[in-house]
């Protein structure tokens, strides 16, 4: 048998060849045979994947035809970014950044949902499903970038994962001719569509959890440009950039070196840029003298803080911006277009009263509401 040991009778491989994702009933046809549990052969944008439901009997003949160990992982694989949400209901700030500049693309990202999230999935999925999926709490997803591919994983229905169509040791498959060779008589079908494997080499492979990115593969995008795609950018706005938007910076900055046991300075090696700007700000003023003493208080000095004017580049590259009132919402809406979805209020309860003026008591409240803010924050989006 080759390859592949002791496996099943030999079966007749249908070749089909899908032009686009109009042909619906080719399409339907291929997703139909997923979901009864069929191997079918699908063209990435890197290489060929098997496709295969996350079903113990179908892994078991997976993982038989590639003479791979039963204990190996495989990734699951996603015809749109909204089924995601049933796999990883909150993915982090990083991970969300990278979906957004990489999928549908060559990228697999392992997903480390939390615990709350890993409960609610396993109260919707078939539990074969769920161990099969999550051995160690984990998931790694790929959203491949051919529409052809994608349009037959979103018609099957079902969680699907395809490894590399190769043996094991062996180089993976780039064409149909190449699936054909390993594997007819062993699968289904093998599906064959415009511009196919075009990058002829893996898919990056990438970690996203809470202690933040490690590469653990690189593919089509190298370690650099990955966690160049992961960075997140954080803004924090206010009038003047002399109190409160340079405490919130600050205090942002120390909840994530606490978070990654990093020093202050270290958190932008974790893949967070995090600044302050003012929509009424005079360049380059000292933060205020109270804003200076409560923040040595804390830990988080503003010494070198130097105030910045908003300006409509700040807002374009920023991820997410949080503004300490209405006021300034309504200037970022108007300074800059489709900010909707990415900037809010810090205290989701109301408005952070600007301190100047007061004394050194009001300006330790308006620190302590900016921390706790930046935390509850923070703790839903991480």
Same mark, same amino acid.
């Given at each position: 048998?080759?390859?592949?040991?002791?496996?099943?009778?030999?079966? =007749?491989?249908?070749?089909?060849?899908?032009?686009?994702?109009?042909?619906?009933?080719?399409?339907?046809?291929?997703?139909?045979?997923?979901?009864?549990?069929?191997?079918?052969?699908?063209?990435?944008?890197?290489?060929?994947?098997?496709?295969?439901?996350?079903?113990?009997?179908?892994?078991?003949?997976?993982?038989?035809?590639?003479?791979?160990?039963?204990?190996?992982?495989?990734?699951? +694989?996603?015809?749109?970014?909204?089924?995601?949400? *049933?796999? #990883?209901?909150?993915?982090?700030?990083?991970?969300?950044?990278?979906?957004?500049?990489?999928?549908?693309?060559?990228?697999?990202?392992?997903?480390?949902?939390?615990?709350? $999230?890993?409960?609610?999935?396993?109260?919707?999925?078939?539990?074969?499903?769920?161990?099969?999926?999550?051995?160690?709490?984990?998931?790694?997803?790929?959203?491949?970038?051919?529409?052809?591919?994608?349009? &037959?994983?979103? @018609?099957? &229905?079902?969680?699907?994962?395809?490894?590399?169509?190769?043996?094991?040791?062996? @180089?993976?498959? #780039?064409?149909?001719?190449? /699936?054909?060779?390993?594997?007819?008589?062993?699968?289904?079908?093998?599906?064959?569509?415009?511009?196919?494997?075009?990058?002829?080499?893996? $898919?990056?492979? &990438? *970690? /996203? %959890?809470? !202690?933040?990115?490690?590469?653990?593969?690189? %593919?089509?995008?190298?370690?650099?440009?990955?966690?160049?795609?992961?960075? #997140?950018?954080?803004?924090?706005?206010?009038?003047?950039?002399?109190?409160?938007?340079?405490?919130?910076?600050?205090?942002?900055? !120390?909840?994530?070196?606490?978070?990654? =046991?990093?020093?202050?300075?270290? /958190?932008?090696?974790?893949?967070?840029?995090?600044?302050?700007?003012? &929509?009424?700000?005079?360049? $380059?003023?000292?933060?205020?003298?109270?804003?200076?003493?409560?923040? *040595?208080? !804390? %830990?988080?000095?503003?010494? =070198? +803080? *130097?105030? $910045?004017?908003?300006?409509?580049?700040?807002?374009?590259?920023?991820?997410?911006?949080?503004?300490?009132?209405?006021?300034?919402?309504?200037?970022?809406?108007?300074?800059?277009?489709?900010?909707?979805?990415?900037?809010?209020?810090?205290?989701?309860? %109301?408005?952070?009263?600007?301190?100047?003026?007061?004394?050194?008591?009001?300006?330790?409240?308006?620190?302590?509401?900016?921390?706790?803010?930046? =935390?509850?924050?923070?703790?839903?989006?991480?």
């Amino acid at each position: 048998m080759g390859f592949f040991g002791t496996i099943a009778a030999m079966m =007749n491989t249908e070749r089909i060849y899908i032009s686009s994702v109009d042909d619906t009933e080719a399409i339907q046809r291929a997703g139909r045979l997923l979901r009864d549990g069929a191997i079918v052969a699908l063209p990435t944008e890197t290489v060929y994947g098997l496709g295969a439901k996350a079903e113990p009997g179908v892994l078991a003949r997976l993982d038989a035809i590639k003479g791979r160990q039963a204990d190996k992982r495989y990734s699951l +694989h996603i015809g749109c970014l909204e089924d995601l949400a *049933r796999y #990883v209901p909150r993915p982090t700030l990083q991970a969300k950044k990278l979906m957004q500049t990489m999928w549908p693309g060559p990228m697999t990202i392992i997903f480390e949902p939390d615990k709350e $999230s890993l409960e609610i999935i396993r109260a919707a999925l078939p539990p074969e499903t769920y161990e099969l999926l999550y051995r160690d709490g984990s998931l790694g997803v790929r959203y491949p970038d051919n529409p052809v591919a994608c349009a &037959v994983l979103k @018609a099957a &229905v079902a969680p699907i994962v395809a490894p590399s169509a190769n043996p094991a040791a062996q @180089a993976p498959a #780039v064409s149909a001719d190449e /699936v054909a060779a390993y594997f007819n008589g062993h699968i289904e079908m093998i599906v064959e569509a415009p511009g196919s494997c075009r990058h002829r080499l893996n $898919s990056t492979v &990438v *970690r /996203v %959890g809470e !202690k933040g990115v490690t590469v653990l593969r690189e %593919g089509v995008y190298s370690r650099p440009q990955t966690l160049e795609a992961a960075r #997140v950018h954080l803004l924090f706005v206010c009038t003047g950039n002399t109190c409160r938007s340079p405490m919130a910076e600050a205090l942002c900055r !120390k909840y994530l070196a606490d978070k990654f =046991n990093c020093d202050l300075d270290a /958190v932008e090696e974790f893949g967070y840029t995090i600044i302050s700007a003012g &929509v009424a700000a005079f360049e $380059s003023m000292p933060a205020s003298r109270h804003a200076l003493e409560v923040s *040595r208080q !804390k %830990g988080t000095p503003l010494d =070198n +803080h *130097r105030s $910045s004017r908003l300006t409509a580049a700040m807002i374009q590259q920023a991820d997410l911006i949080f503004v300490m009132n209405e006021s300034h919402l309504q200037y970022i809406r108007q300074t800059a277009a489709e900010t909707e979805s990415k900037c809010y209020l810090l205290d989701a309860s %109301g408005e952070i009263a600007d301190p100047v003026g007061y004394d050194l008591d009001v300006y330790r409240s308006c620190a302590e509401q900016i921390e706790r803010s930046i =935390n509850e924050r923070m703790n839903a989006l991480l």
